[in-house]
């Protein structure tokens, strides 16, 4: 008969498996990981040209659609299409001028810079038309067109 392992043996023989499967599954995970790299490394040039190709598409969509909106939109903001959907939407954007930041600094107007001397357009956003004209600015309205795809995810 053979002699029983002691539970010293017993756990000693359980750790001496835990190693190895610990071992086991830091290999598997480096090579998913590697396996990972590889295939966004394979992908990366192809995601990339997808998107330029796609960015000038989306370009000269909205080119178009502005040379032509009153065609394209008529009186309205929307333009169905059996492919999609184009939108028209007016933005309010503060113009930029440049002199802006000389007169926020003459006016002691820290709090609507940014440390690096710049413009802090978005708290200008805030400010009253009368402000922004006293700084050489002022609200004007962008178009913006957008889309919408039938049948896409």
Same mark, same amino acid.
């Given at each position: 008969?053979?002699?029983?392992?002691?539970? =010293?043996?017993?756990?000693?023989?359980?750790?001496?498996?835990?190693?190895?499967?610990?071992?086991?599954?830091? *290999?598997?995970?480096?090579?998913?990981?590697?396996?990972?790299?590889?295939?966004?490394?394979?992908?990366?040039?192809?995601?990339?040209?997808?998107?330029?190709?796609?960015?000038?598409? *989306? =370009? #000269?969509?909205?080119?178009?659609?502005?040379?032509?909106?009153? *065609?394209?939109?008529?009186?309205?903001?929307?333009?169905?299409? #059996?492919?999609?959907?184009?939108?028209?939407?007016?933005?309010? =954007?503060?113009?930029?001028?440049?002199?802006?930041?000389?007169?926020?600094?003459?006016?002691?107007?820290?709090?609507?810079?940014?440390?690096?001397?710049?413009? #802090?357009?978005?708290?200008?956003?805030?400010?009253?038309?009368?402000?922004?004209?006293?700084?050489?600015?002022?609200?004007?309205?962008?178009?913006?067109?957008?889309?919408?795809?039938?049948?896409?995810?």
């Amino acid at each position: 008969m053979t002699p029983r392992p002691t539970i =010293h043996e017993t756990i000693n023989g359980i750790l001496r498996l835990i190693s190895g499967r610990s071992a086991a599954l830091k *290999e598997l995970e480096s090579q998913m990981a590697s396996e990972i790299e590889a295939i966004q490394r394979a992908f990366e040039a192809k995601i990339a040209a997808e998107k330029e190709a796609l960015g000038i598409l *989306e =370009h #000269d969509l909205v080119c178009k659609a502005k040379n032509n909106k009153a *065609e394209v939109f008529g009186d309205g903001d929307r333009a169905d299409y #059996d492919a999609g959907a184009l939108l028209l939407k007016a933005e309010v =954007h503060i113009r930029r001028a440049r002199c802006v930041l000389t007169r926020l600094e003459s006016m002691g107007r820290d709090d609507l810079m940014k440390i690096q001397k710049q413009v #802090d357009w978005a708290a200008l956003a805030d400010k009253p038309d009368a402000f922004l004209a006293a700084l050489g600015t002022g609200r004007e309205i962008r178009e913006k067109i957008g889309y919408d795809l039938k049948g896409a995810a």
